[in-house]
Nanobody
Framework: QVQLVESGGGLVQAGGSLRLSCVAS????????MGWYRQAPGKERELVAF???????NYADSVKGRFTISRDTAKNTVYLQMNTLKPEDTAVYYC??????????????WGKGTLVTVSS
């Protein structure tokens, strides 16, 4: 099985920066893409950034130009660099992994989340 563990959340002033990390362990060979989602109280969980192991990237319009997703294959870690943070970025951020099981069925993996709070 795959386990994802996030870290790096915290409290930051508007305009500041944070870097989130997600370490993958277990049967990581089954993962073909990873990303970050976030969920604020009373709102739907939304995609923030996504990176396929082939190299393509996707970002939510609300974070383009401010957030950067990257991957360190040697450390089995995905990062989310968040700059120019806004109060609207306050949410629990979840690491996400996409892969397939041995039957070639799609699988979704989730971390437990890390809280980011941006004060105004």
């Amino acid at each position: 099985q795959v386990q994802l563990v996030e870290s790096g959340g915290g409290l930051v002033q508007a305009g500041g920066s944070l870097r989130l990390s997600c370490v993958a362990s277990g049967d990581i060979s089954r993962i073909n893409a990873m990303g970050w989602y976030r969920q604020a109280p009373g709102k739907e969980r939304e995609l923030v950034a996504f990176i396929r192991y082939g190299g393509s990237l996707n970002y939510a319009d609300s974070v383009k130009g401010r957030f950067t997703i990257s991957r360190d294959t040697a450390k089995n870690t995905v990062y989310l660099q968040m700059n120019t943070l806004k109060p609207e970025d306050t949410a629990v951020y979840y690491c996400y992994g996409q892969g397939m099981n041995k039957y070639m069925n799609p699988m979704n993996y989730w971390g437990k989340g890390t809280l980011v709070t941006v004060s105004s």
